[in-house]
């Protein structure tokens, strides 16, 4: 194999140079091309495939690309938002040989090092030539796709010397507490690389930026979660907790120092937009890692509240954006396990158990996000937070009604006419109050939250009221104390209450 890759190398850096020459970008990724699919083919027919001949010709391509090509396109010379896409050729095909080097057990048993070590090389190479930003793609790609491939039970698996690529439920070649320390010397490679090219190009380059800083949290957070999952305690696991710490306050970190290489500075553009959401992302998965399910939802609803006061002193549009993200994070979570801590350890007493603070936290965090917006940033992102605080003070106090009237028990038991009634009026309050907050602080969510209260409160009455749960259908007893009795709680208040917010409305 020597001779062979011996004169594939010769042949490509000829090429290179005569591309180089004649600007002939057609044949330099001809020559990229074919050589790794030489590579390719090699890795995949010949059972006794040389690691140090793979190595050598992955190395020949990327000195070509950065040495020859390159040489007089890349750095300070050459154009600050320009692109190569010949370079798109030696990323792939060096991308796909470092996969291989970690996932094939014909070369990674018992050792991943070559593959990092050319995902490595090709963050230095695009760090080095700036146009080749092809290569930072691939170096992502390829780690996100080798660190998610060892989660059980399914995994990214291959066997070039087989001639297959896919996925199925075997465990990769190395599985074990190498890829451990791999992680953490690729994590801190893009960290390190991904922020300074981002803060490098952040007032010339706005694209070039936003893919280093992307890049430089995505490629952690996954290979964090992915070693989590795999080596990690499920349940409560401190020490990944307090790794995912460090992320936040290094990602945070990286953001602001970002936007203080800015033209003009903390514009809050797109890289700073990347690196200030991913240490949203770090925040969550700390509170997965660290806490039981209440607190999770819990903390995740206070969170919202950190960068809305963060709008006090720094005008990025993202940190709305990002007090939006913990209210669908918390909403994600509600529809799994509606009892916040699981059913059985949902306390039966009434109001003061764990649905209170479950939702009752997220609620005023949400409004207080929406409040404070309001008074900064402004724009959707307060509306958005509106309509949540207005959505879990709801989820609030009827699930506690559902709580108490079925002892305790919130997902089992048919509905009643009193459990309804109680429902319609929370409606009819619930638009109420937001005509009257509208009416202080004008907004759309809430001015349309108001109306579709209306309309769902008059739905409730229509179909349940006087329909499914009609005492004269059902033969439900109406108690034997005249006025006071189910009929007053569920026809009497009912229109009162609804007469009473058409008049308070009215004209408003």
């Given amino acids: 194999p020597w001779a062979l890759f011996g004169y594939l190398a010769i042949v490509l850096a000829a090429t290179g140079v005569i591309a180089r020459l004649r600007d002939w970008k057609l044949l330099m990724a001809a020559a990229f091309v074919g050589t790794g699919l030489w590579t390719i083919l090699y890795m995949t027919d010949a059972p006794g495939a040389n690691l140090p001949v793979i190595l050598f010709i992955n190395a020949v391509t990327l000195a070509v690309l950065a040495l020859v090509w390159l040489g007089r396109r890349g750095g300070e010379s050459g154009p600050a938002k320009g692109f190569d896409w010949p370079s798109i050729a030696p990323g792939f095909f060096v991308g796909l040989s470092a996969m291989a080097l970690f996932v094939d057990p014909a070369f990674a048993a018992g050792d991943a090092l070559p593959g990092a070590a050319l995902i490595a090389a090709l963050v230095a190479v695009a760090l080095y030539r700036p146009l080749a930003l092809a290569l930072l793609h691939a170096a992502g790609l390829a780690t996100v796709l080798v660190y998610l491939g060892i989660i059980p039970p399914t995994s990214v698996a291959s066997d070039f010397s087989g001639a297959a690529l896919g996925v199925d439920g075997l465990p990769a070649a190395v599985a074990d507490t190498l890829m451990l320390r791999i992680g953490i010397f690729l994590g801190l490679v893009f960290i390190a690389a991904g922020f300074w090219a981002a803060r490098k190009f952040a007032a010339s380059a706005h694209i070039r930026a936003a893919s280093w800083a992307a ?294």
Avoid at 297 to 317: D, F, K, Q
Avoid at 365 to 374: D, R, S
Avoid at 435 to 445: E, K, L, Q, T, W
């Fill in 215 to 508: 890049w430089a949290v995505v490629a952690p957070l996954v290979i964090l979660l992915a070693l989590w999952l795999t080596f990690g305690n499920l349940d409560r696991d401190f020490v990944y907790a307090a790794i995912a710490a460090l992320l936040v306050a290094a990602f945070a970190a990286g953001g602001e120092w970002i936007a203080r290489g800015e033209q003009p500075p903390l514009r809050g553009g797109a890289a700073v937009s990347f690196a200030l959401g991913g240490a949203a992302v770090a925040a969550l998965l700390m509170l997965y890692m660290a806490f039981g399910s209440g607190w999770t939802t819990m903390l995740l609803g206070a969170a919202a509240i950190v960068p809305a006061l963060a709008t006090r002193w720094r005008a990025y549009p993202v940190l709305g954006w990002i007090s939006v993200g913990a209210v669908i994070a918390v909403l994600g979570r509600v529809p799994f396990d509606p009892t916040i801590v699981g059913a059985e350890f949902l306390s039966t007493t009434p109001v003061f158990n764990w649905l209170l603070p479950g939702y009752g936290v997220p609620a005023l965090a949400f409004g207080f996000a929406a409040w404070q917006l309001a008074r900064t940033t402004n724009g959707r992102p307060r509306l958005a937070m509106e309509a949540g605080a207005a959505l879990f003070a709801l989820l609030t106090v009827a699930i506690l009604v559902r709580h108490a009237m079925h002892g305790g028990v919130i997902d089992t038991g048919a509905i009643t006419l009193a459990e309804q009634a109680i429902y319609t009026l929370i409606a009819i309050g619930a638009g109420a109050i937001l005509v009257a907050i509208d009416m202080r602080s004008p907004s759309s969510v809430l001015r349309y939250g108001s109306l579709a209260a209306g309309v769902v409160s008059v739905a409730f009455i229509i179909i349940q009221h006087f329909g499914a749960l009609n005492p004269l259908f059902t033969d439900e007893s109406t108690g034997r104390i005249p006025v006071f009795n189910l009929l007053f709680l569920a026809y009497l208040l009912p229109a009162l209450a609804a007469g009473g917010l058409a008049l308070y409305a009215r004209d408003k």
